[in-house]
């Protein structure tokens, strides 16, 4: 019997088809895209030893190029950082592994490359260890400063609306890259027998309506009443088909909420007022993606895509997901301001989130 066989495109077709999109583009930001795609292959391989690096690295140690055993987050950032940063798109790096801005180049200042990279090498820290999905996030701005001059701090600074593109890299189950630059989500899973990212889900979007609510349970209880009033609303809702589902790993959150409908919630604490998640290269990224796949992503009043950052690891409340649920919060919100204030509900919205 002949096999029947059709090829998808790869990421890296994928993108080169994409960048007669944007007229007078000059391909380093296909450049910076297909390097990134490297990267996480990489950091794949890594993730997927994660159980044997540390029998094999048990004796004194050290690897086979007698190079330091690392711990993976670490290890991550520094591929994204080396890869990164040895191609010629990107001026400039900030890490959540690193305190401050990295600025590429030979002098150190960022002087060459238009791209400017925000990232979470490896998020989820806490499930590194126990087998369980973890993620990469990424955010791509242009750079503000012109080309030659050494890269100022507002160069990276920017808003989520300056991103060019973003996207996250899921290693789950199966290993999968998903990104926009504007014109929609598309998402690749990487075959490991070829070693590479084909296309298998083009044009994400979240399904019209979401049942799942992704919080942790004991930050539930220090956060705020709407959030609260929320979470209660959506545990009422429990025979018309609402559920909790909590990774604690962001990417793997967001991820099978944007496949199967939910919201994700990081609310402010009454110990952690910005929260947790971070704006630069947690928040912003998703919340573009969230907004070309048709969902929504706040803080506590403002869209996350119109926040400008002060510094690189500065927090936010994040909550996101399909539009209709991040809207019902918003009205527990605007009810417990006694219906004063910014946010009105869409008109027939009730803070109740039954779909
Ligand atoms: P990290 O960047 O240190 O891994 O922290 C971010 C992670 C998210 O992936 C996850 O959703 C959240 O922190 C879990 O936090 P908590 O353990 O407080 O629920
Ligand atoms: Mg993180």
Known sequence: MALEMTKAPTFGEFIMD??????FVSGQLTRLLTDLGVAAKIVNQQVNRAGLTSILGASGATNIQDERQQKLDVFADEAFMRILSSGKSVCGIGSEEQEHFVRCGEDGEGRQGKYIVLIDPLDGSSNIDVNVSIGTIFSIVRRLTPMGEPLKEKDFLQPGTSQVAAGYVLYGSSTM?????????????LDPAVGEFFL?????????????????DAVKARSDRPTQDFIDGCRDAADAGFRGRYI????????????????????????????KLRLL???????????????????????????????LHERSPFYIGNRHLVEAL??????????????????????APIP
């Open 281 to 311: 290269y947690e928040c912003a990224p998703l919340a573009w993606i969230a907004e070309e796949a048709g969902g929504k992503a706040v803080d506590d009043g403002v869209r996350i895509m119109d926040k400008r950052p002060q510094s």
């Open 200 to 216: 298998s889900h083009p044009t994400m979007t979240f399904p019209s309506k979401g049942s799942t609510y992704s919080i942790n």
């Open 177 to 189: 890259l998903v990104y926009t630059t504007g014109t929609g989500v598309n998402g690749f899973t």
């Open 330 to 351: 918003e009205a527990c919100r605007w009810a417990r301001r006694g219906g004063q204030g910014r946010n009105a509900p869409s008109k027939g919205l009730t803070p």
């Open 18 to 23: 994409r960048q007669a999109d944007f007229p």
């Open 248 to 275: 604690g790993s962001l990417v793997a959150d967001f991820h099978r909420n944007l496949l199967h409908g939910g919201i994700y919630l990081y609310p402010s604490t009454i110990d952690q007022p910005q929260g």
